[in-house]
């Protein structure tokens, strides 16, 4: 374990930009896909910032869109370390769109991405323990405990689950599928 620790605050970062047509799907409102690019850099800057290290991301958590980020608007993607391990950091992202002639701020989404920080050779290396200040930081890093919970546990399931039981095969006649 590192011996250095940093606060959530010195790693917060907030990029924020102008949504234009080249942004825009086939409908008129901004591509998912790019929001999700400007999260992954976001992610990465945050991540970086506060390891001091290159970092790559290793996992993205559930991404919701709230709504359409329509031509025009200003996106601002804010990014704070909600978690660390030994190498690894969830990095805490929120996407807010404003209509800058109404002044409407809608949030569009959020989620959590999982960075691991490496060396100039490709191997993970420690990055610094995580100072908690207050309950908000507290509450971020123990949920963060959960879903690594969750998903430990997941993929035990997932590793012993019998797909072909009698069981499975009766409640699949449930959904609109066919078994072959």
Known sequence: MSLNFKTVAASKITISQLMLPSHSNFNGKIHGGYI??????????CASKYSGSYCVTASVDTVDFLGPIEIGELVTLKASVNYVGKTSMVIGIRVDSENIQSGEIKHCNSSYFTMVAKDKFGNSVAVPGLV??????????YNCLKKIAIKKE?????ETFDYSSREVLKELEKYNVQIL
């Open 154 to 158: 997941r993929d035990q399931h997932e």
């Open 132 to 141: 908690l200040s207050g309950l908000e930081e507290r509450r971020r890093f």
């Open 36 to 45: 999700l690019s400007l999260m992954d850099q976001i992610a990465f800057a």
